[in-house]
T-cell receptor, first 112, second 112 residues
Framework: DAGITQSPRHKVTETGTPVTLRCHQT?????MYWYRQDPGHGLRLIHY???????DKGEVSDGYSVSRSKTEDFLLTLESATSSQTSVYFC???????????FGAGSRLTVL | KQEVTQIPAALSVPEGENLVLNCSFT??????LQWFRQDPGKGLTSLLL?????REQTSGRLNASLDKSSGRSTLYIAASQPGDSATYLC???????????FGKGTRLSVIA
């Protein structure tokens, strides 16, 4: 987890409220990713970024938006949280040409 | 669309046994394949990365092999130990700029 900090690490919220998860990296990696991990589904890509202000959708992007205004921060926003978005969210980073993915410790979100 | 499958979903072995974890993927035109380890409540740690031009990679008691033509990879763990108990995930990347696609993992328990 060195160099990648996710916040908050745990959050409980109510249906319909907005939620923002933050991923902060000190590695100066260009690529950043948001995954969610659920039992029976494994890790699924939500959104990713290949540079400041450059983002793209993953396979489960509905209900999520992202922003990357500077290299070190990648924000994941749930505009109106639903119970189906209860999950563990992982941020990952990668340096171009270095194919190894480095993961944060995860953020556990519970939507009641 | 690339799909990654890992069988079995769970495996329990006695300490000291050699074991093999399996990973298969549907699109053989991959750029690389990675094996990760995940401990309960933690993020993922990269174990081994195999480039598409390679057949295997080794790190300590771990050996990963790749057969692109058949769409398969195996992770061999020699002389298993209780500390090897974790979930092991396989992930493939189809090109240098595309995100990884993950399997659902194999949960390994090594019994002392």
């Amino acid at each position: 987890d060195a160099g990648i900090t996710q916040s908050p690490r745990h959050k409980v919220t109510e249906t319909g409220t907005p939620v923002t998860l933050r991923c902060h990296q000190t590695e100066n990696h260009r690529y950043m990713y948001w995954y969610r991990q659920d039992p029976g589904h494994g890790l699924r890509l939500i959104h990713y970024s290949y540079g400041v202000k450059d983002t793209d959708k993953g396979e489960v992007s509905d209900g999520y938006s992202v922003s990357r205004s500077k290299t070190e921060d990648f924000l994941l926003t749930l505009e109106s949280a639903t119970s189906s978005q209860t999950s563990v969210y992982f941020c990952a980073t990668r340096f171009p040409g270095a194919n190894v993915l480095t993961f944060g410790a995860g953020s556990r979100l519970t939507v009641l | 669309k690339q799909e990654v499958t890992q069988i079995p979903a769970a495996l329990s072995v006695p300490e000291g046994e050699n074991l093999v974890l399996n990973c298969s993927f549907t699109d053989s035109a991959i750029y690389n394949l990675q094996w990760f380890r995940q401990d309960p409540g933690k993020g993922l740690t990269s174990l081994l990365l195999i480039q598409s031009s390679q057949r295997e990679q080794t790190s300590g008691r771990l050996n990963a092999s790749l057969d692109k033509s058949s769409g398969r990879s195996t992770l061999y763990i020699a002389a298993s130990q209780p500390g090897d108990s974790a979930t092991y995930l396989c992930a493939v990347q189809n090109s240098g700029n595309t995100p990884l696609v993950f399997g659902k993992g194999t949960r390994l328990s090594v019994i002392a």
